[in-house]
């Protein structure tokens, strides 16, 4: 029995629900037994109060912006960590030591090879689908490929899948750009770290040899860090839920991408880079506040704005200092950038954006550097899918091993017609 209780009173009767209590962050009232007893649902649409499950993966505290993985601070993270150490971590809760930590980065790096069937299947694809359209059709399609591991109740099996995704996330990735630009598919290069296999496999050509740019590949390193994994959003909310019905892996992972796509969500950093060059030079940003202010006009300030942080997302921290470190390894510059700042600097000293608590969050400057490295804005929301595969599997197992796991299946508050006899045609 929790110790402390919350009480709902309706029509004068009074209803008794535990009050539960986390590691840190809201407590939250348990209304599992609601309907049983009253006979009512909460209603909660967009979930904005409503904590759908267990974890203890991630932890955010939007107030404060803070943002913990298995209680590190992503802020070290990002400056100490490599994405396979974070993935790691998310995954197994611990930092690995160095003999943990090379066995699994060599793990993953046996797994980069899609089977040789799966560049077939690209060539079904017109050459100017959307990558992640590819990515979520190849990434379902994995579904049909590896029958060895499909009992999702064994944490083997789990393992492997696990392993499979996040290792050939970068390959998938990678093919579906080079069959956008018609170039030939590079294979993976097991001697290279995860990243810099990466950017040889997108950048790099049959032609030529290819040499990593280490300061580029540490930043691309920090790009996925950054995106790992991020609490219950939409996309992992929407894997848990597919998940929960004991869907097979690669399927859950297909339906994550789809919900990743959508602009409001990943799909951000495409439209805030695009709203960027829209905007062009700083002279023209007034005009393009006011109209992120204007309730008529649909246009928003992509890269803005979050459901959780009412504080300066830690994300886009880390993030402006990583475009600078990007230009200085490229030397290159993008005036962008500048109306970018001046962007956030305007917007952060505007009474809208103050009063709503609208901070950029980590879409407003990953553009900026994945630009600057080469990548067409197609492409960006496919990075973002792409580490946070890490995140959306780790998520997948903690669900399947939970044994008060149950099938998402929300209710309803119901405005349609009320029972009502049907009408022949001709009677209509
Ligand atoms: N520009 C202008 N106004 C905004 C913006 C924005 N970017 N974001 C929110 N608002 C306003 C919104 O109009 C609303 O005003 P009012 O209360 O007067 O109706 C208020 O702020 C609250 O917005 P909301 O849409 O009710 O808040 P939400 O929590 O449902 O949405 C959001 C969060 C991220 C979808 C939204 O801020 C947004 O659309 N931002 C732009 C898209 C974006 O950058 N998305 C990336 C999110 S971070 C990466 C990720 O997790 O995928």
Redesign the pocket.
Same mark, same amino acid.
Request: charged share 15%; aromatic share 4%; net charge positive.
């Given at each position: 029995m929790a110790d402390k209780q919350a009480t709902l009173t309706v029509d004068g009767k009074s209803y008794d629900f535990p009050v539960l209590e986390g590691s840190v962050g809201p407590d939250v009232i348990d209304i599992r037994k609601l309907y049983g007893q009253s006979h009512m649902f909460t209603y909660d649409p967009?979930f904005t109060s409503t904590g759908s499950c267990e974890s203890s993966l991630t932890y955010i505290d939007g107030e404060e912006g803070v943002l913990l993985h298995r209680g590190y601070p992503i802020g070290q993270l990002a400056e100490h960590s490599s994405f396979m150490e974070t993935a790691y971590l998310l995954l197994n809760g611990e930092l690995p030591n160095q003999g943990e930590l090379d066995t699994f980065t060599r793990t993953i790096s046996r797994h980069t090879m899609l089977h040789e069937q799966l560049a077939t299947f690209y060539r079904g694809f017109r050459r100017d689908a959307h990558p992640m359209a590819i990515m979520c059709g190849v990434v379902g399609a994995l579904s049909a490929f590896y029958h060895d591991s499909t009992d999702i109740a064994d944490p083997e099996h789990r393992k492997i899948s696990s392993h499979r995704l996040i290792a050939k996330m970068p390959t998938i990735a990678a093919m579906a750009y080079k069959y956008s630009v018609g170039q030939p598919f590079v294979y993976p290069d097991n001697t290279l770290s995860y990243t810099g296999n990466f950017l040889r496999m997108t950048f790099g050509v049959p032609a030529e040899e290819y040499e990593v740019i280490p300061a580029v590949e540490k930043a691309m390193d920090r790009i996925f860090i950054l995106h790992a994994d991020?609490e219950q @959003?939409a996309s992992t909310s929407t894997v848990r839920l597919a998940g929960s019905s004991g869907a097979n892996p690669f399927a859950c992972i297909a339906a994550g991408i789809a919900c990743l796509w959508g602009?409001?969500?990943?799909g951000?950093n495409e439209a805030?880079l695009n709203m960027l060059q829209e905007i062009g030079t700083p002279d023209r940003i007034p005009h393009f506040i006011e109209r992120?202010k204007d309730k008529n006009d649909p246009f928003?300030?992509?890269?803005?704005?979050?459901?959780v942080y009412k504080n300066y997302d830690p994300r886009a921290t880390v993030m402006q200092k990583t475009v600078r470190e990007v230009f200085d390894a490229l030397k290159v510059t993008d005036p962008i950038f500048e109306t970018a700042l001046r962007l956030e600097e305007l917007a952060l000293h505007d009474d809208y954006f103050v009063e709503?608590k609208?901070f950029p @969050?980590?879409?407003f400057y990953s553009g900026i550097i994945l630009s600057a490295i080469g990548f067409p804005t197609t492409m960006f929301t496919a990075l973002f899918a792409l580490a946070r595969t890490v995140g959306w599997v780790a998520q997948w197992n903690e669900m399947i091993s939970d044994p008060g796991q149950k099938i998402g299946r929300p209710r309803q508050l119901y405005t349609g017609p009320t029972q009502r006899d049907y009408v022949p045609v001709a009677k209509r």
């Open positions: 967009g991020h @959003n602009p409001a969500h990943g951000a805030a992120a928003r300030l992509m890269g803005f704005g979050h459901r709503k609208l @969050n980590v879409d």
